[in-house]
């Protein structure tokens, strides 16, 4: 028994040998790989700059040879670009009349009045946060006032009319609809019935709740919105909607027009992008805006709070798409405004200006 331990011993030694062997010439092999394929990444570093300089100079070559092209073409075929060009123009300037036309026919273009002045206002109440909107559904016939406190929330309260959300206690006589998701800032708008709001957690996700039958009916993205506010006095509002004499409209802004304000049309039945425009008013300094007939009135403000004014107006079927308007002063009162919109049906702006709930009636003029 003794002899046969110690052979069993040896050879469990014999193993262990073997295998350190083996482990050691493994660690060699590899050491061995690992040189060659140092070496051949070497090889094609070396190759790389070769082919990267060959192909510059190939790329230099190719440009000195297309300014040759240019010149010997822009002599040879002068005549030729000229015609060419002077068709592209006429083929430009038809194009546009003929887009033109195909906006008036989409937006019923019966509108011929512009803002002239606002005459007056009146605090109906003071009631919620520093942000909020309040409004009348101007696609309905009934008097009910919906209020939407806060820049985050998904309550909605609706009254039955303004005297009943006038009353001193109002919060009881509210009628609460809980939204499935909150929205985002103080653009939202009612029409025909239904919430249109920008969803709060989404880049630029546009909900359309039936408010009767407490669903969402639809939702659509809004290309190219989200990114940055839409007034820079306004943050949390990215998006803005609205409604005049034509329906529903997006306004927001987008950094690749350096801030300046651009808006949408959508239709409210299909959620549908009809057009865009990109307007020559900037977002720097504005703290909200409105569309009233086919045009878009920025009011601005100073950083601090002051007198709101309009001072750009862009319509979308002008010629020249400005007016030269004075300035618009909002009568009466110091301070700044969450959200101003405008019900085509009153002919009146409902305005939240910190925690107050303003109307303003405006004064219209003939479009010239």
């Known amino acids: 028994p003794a002899t046969q331990d110690t052979f069993l011993v040896r050879r469990c030694i014999y193993r262990l040998e073997k295998c350190n062997q083996d482990i050691l010439d493994y660690v060699e092999e590899f050491r061995d790989f690992s040189k060659m394929v140092l070496s051949r990444l070497a090889q094609l570093n070396s190759y790389k700059a070769e082919v990267k300089s060959e192909v510059e100079n190939l790329l230099t070559r190719i440009e000195r040879a297309q ?38 026919l989409m937006l019923n273009a ?51 009319n303004i005297m009943t959300f006038m009353e001193s206690n109002h919060m009881l006589k509210a009628h609460k609809v809980t939204l499935p998701f909150p929205w985002q800032g103080t653009g939202h708008i009612i029409y025909q019935g239904f919430l ?10 546009i909900i359309k709740f039936n408010i009767q039958k407490r669903n969402i009916a639809d939702q659509m993205l809004l290309p190219g919105a989200g990114r940055i506010p839409a007034y820079q006095l306004s943050p949390p509002t990215k998006i803005d909607l609205a409604v005049d004499e034509q329906g529903l ?11 300046n304000i651009v808006i949408t049309k959508i239709n409210h039945i299909t959620m549908a992008v009809e057009h865009t425009w990109d307007t020559s008013c900037n977002s720097k300094d504005a703290e909200a805006a409105f569309m009233a007939c086919n045009t878009l009135y920025v009011v601005y403000n100073f950083p601090s709070g002051g007198t709101s004014r309009i001072q750009c107006v862009y319509d979308v ?50 479009k010239v």
């Open 67 to 104: 300014r040759d092209i240019d010149y010997f073409g822009s002599v040879t075929h002068s005549n030729t670009c000229i015609e060419v060009h002077e068709d592209l123009v006429k083929q430009q300037l038809f194009e546009e009349a003929e887009t033109k036309k195909k906006l008036k």
């Open 110 to 160: 019966s509108c011929d009045h512009m803002l002239a002045g606002i005459k007056s206002l009146k605090i109906f109440k003071k009631t919620g946060d520093k942000h909020g909107s309040w409004m009348k559904d101007p696609g309905k016939k009934h008097a009910k006032i919906y209020l939407l406190s806060g820049s985050v929330n998904n309550v909605i309260l609706e009254f039955a």
């Open 196 to 205: 249109f709001y920008h969803r709060y957690g989404s880049l630029n996700e």
């Open 249 to 259: 409209w997006a306004i927001h802004a987008e950094p690749e027009t350096e801030g």
């Open 317 to 366: 079927l002008d010629a020249v798409n400005t007016y030269e308007i004075p300035v618009l002063h909002f009568p009466k009162r110091q301070g700044s405004h969450s959200t101003i919109h405008y019900n085509p049906k009153e002919k009146q702006l409902f305005a939240w200006g910190d925690g107050s709930q303003i109307i303003y009636k405006v004064h219209t003029k003939q």
